[in-house]
């Protein structure tokens, strides 16, 4: 069974440029989490969907972030535009049910802000 | 809201010797998971166990073993015979199933470090 996808696995931009990373996860799975993770942090959660639904974007920085899983299936988190406290690494997560079940992460996107 | 404490920020002990790392949680719900992530240098995050709230039998697998007190709010991880292979850092999590959402809350994490 394919893992969770994630690309591009490295990215350096410059502030206040924009970026984008994608995710696909696990098939099947109707549940998407994307975290932040900053060095020496755990992983926080930006957002989460339930097929193209979200279910929680309360810790999501909207005035920069955005989030979308039209289909359902894969999803691209967006920041423009993006600050030097955005390093970090991006983590995508999916499971096939809610809370009851393990959530498989990717090996997540290194974003570095310049 | 719920918080997941992780005190010990870095352990270091030479392989072979036994381990346990701490984790206390805060949530008011009375349905919630917990679970332990080991993340390699490779930075992804591997499952290591999922416990629910109502679940408090210790469980052991290998020379992993997991205690639960929900009188303490701790759900402590021990890694028996410590390898060079176990150098991670590991994080606790929680999820409260009793809303729709139920993203991971994440400790800090516990560095460990296995010394040959």
């Known amino acids: 069974e394919a893992g969770v996808a994630q690309s591009p696995r490295y990215k350096i931009i410059e502030k206040r440029q924009s970026v984008a990373f994608w995710c696909n996860p696990i098939s099947g799975h109707a549940t998407l989490y994307w975290y932040q993770q900053i060095l020496g942090q755990g992983p926080k959660l930006l957002i989460q969907f339930q097929n193209n639904g979200v279910v929680d974007d309360s810790q999501l920085p909207k005035d920069r972030f955005s989030a979308e899983r039209l289909k359902g299936v894969d999803s691209t988190l967006k920041i423009q535009p993006a600050k030097l406290e955005d390093s970090a690494v991006y983590l995508c997560?999916?499971?096939?049910?809610?809370?009851?079940?393990?959530?498989?992460f990717g090996q997540g996107t290194r974003l570095t802000v310049v | 809201a719920q918080k997941v404490t992780q005190a010990q920020t870095e352990i270091s002990v030479v392989e072979k010797e036994d381990v346990t790392l701490d984790c206390v949680y805060e949530?008011?719900?009375?349905?919630?998971?917990l679970f332990w992530y080991k993340q390699p240098p490779s930075g992804e995050l591997v499952f290591l166990i999922r416990?629910?709230?109502?679940?408090?039998q210790n469980e052991i697998s290998g020379r992993y073993s997991w205690n639960f007190q929900k009188s303490t709010s701790s759900f402590n991880f021990t890694i028996t015979a410590s390898q060079v292979v176990d150098s991670a850092v590991y994080f606790c999590?929680?999820?409260?199933?009793?809303?729709?959402?139920?993203?991971?809350?994440f400790g800090k994490g516990t560095h460990l470090i296995i010394q040959p």
């Open positions: 949530t008011r719900d009375t349905t919630y998971y």
């Open positions: 999590a929680l999820s409260e199933a009793g809303r729709g959402a139920d993203g991971l809350t």
């Open positions: 997560a999916s499971s096939d049910d809610r809370g009851s079940t393990e959530a498989f």
């Open positions: 416990r629910n709230s109502f679940d408090e």
